[in-house]
């Protein structure tokens, strides 16, 4: 049987229709080859895709939301090759994404943070706003209103409008990831959204993201050291190593792979079969 096996489970299965596809994905900076041939296919419902440090799982959602260009390979969001588009015109495309550390501007509010995530999709410019014109007043009461929707998701609605910078770095995460949101992504990357989190914020962060996970049908891509969350979360999972696939399956498959084990897990590695984080 190969390395690689692909999962039947949920909505991750064969059957369901890829909201984005990475295909023979390669990235090379100088004679240092990140990615290497790289296939990838992510469907509605959470993907977890986890590898050791250096394995190229950031660069992958660098290149997927235009941060890092591709040597060779396709990107398709729902079956278009997203490449030669501008990182704006992938936020408009559908594609919404966090990084390890938080990129907000903290000397603005959360709520002015979270705004700049419906930016792209503002009809009425500057000029509209100059002019007090209803148009552009309605759609910005809208924005404001869809934002504090989402903070209170993610138990930030009280914080709303304190400065970014004085909240604590887990806060700071969750605020990225309700900015995200708001763009009305189809496909939204989360890179360690749970590192440095508490409990308690790793308890809103799942709930939040379930729930709105379930009303849009939306395809959430999980990079995260935390197995036992990955393993809860996400029926399918891709382990990347050194700039390659070596395994893809459940997670029941992939961590009792030899091949894994011996890459990333090492030996006695067990996932714990105790409740899921809530």
Not at 53 to 61: C, M
Not at 102 to 127: K, Q, S, Y
Not at 163 to 169: D, K, Y
Not at 200 to 216: F, K, M, N, S
């Amino acid at each position: 049987m190969s390395a690689v096996e692909a999962s039947p489970s949920g909505a991750n299965s064969a059957d369901a229709v890829a909201s984005l596809a990475v295909d023979g994905l390669q990235v090379a900076f100088g004679g240092n080859h990140v990615l290497r041939g790289v296939d990838l296919q992510f469907t509605p419902g959470f993907n977890g895709l986890i590898g050791p440090n250096g394995a190229g799982k950031t660069t992958v959602f660098n290149v997927v939301s235009g941060y890092v260009r591709a040597s060779e390979g396709a990107v398709r969001l729902h079956g278009e090759d997203v490449l030669k588009l501008s990182r704006t015109r992938r936020v408009r495309a559908g594609i919404g994404r966090t990084f390890q550390a938080p990129r907000l501007i903290l000397d603005a509010t959360v709520m002015e943070n979270t705004l700049l995530g419906r930016h792209n999709l503002f009809r009425w410019g500057h000029f509209a706003e100059l002019l007090l014109l209803p148009q552009q007043r309605r759609e910005e009461t809208e924005a404001r209103q869809i934002c504090m929707d989402m903070l209170e998701r993610f138990g930030l609605a009280e914080a709303a409008h304190e400065e970014a910078g004085a909240l604590s770095l887990g806060s700071q995460k969750l605020v990225e990831v309700a900015r995200a949101l708001v763009a009305s992504p189809t496909v939204v990357l989360l890179d360690e959204p749970a590192a440095g989190l508490g409990a308690g914020d790793v308890t809103v962060l799942l709930r939040g993201l379930r729930q709105i996970q379930a009303e849009r049908d939306l395809c959430v891509i999980i990079i995260e050291h935390d197995l036992q969350l990955v393993t809860s979360l996400c029926p399918k999972i891709s382990v990347l190593h050194f700039g390659e696939i070596i395994s893809e399956g459940s997670p029941e498959h992939v961590t009792s792979d030899p091949v894994v084990i011996g890459a990333y897990l090492g030996h006695g590695f067990e996932v714990d079969s105790g409740e899921e984080p809530s």
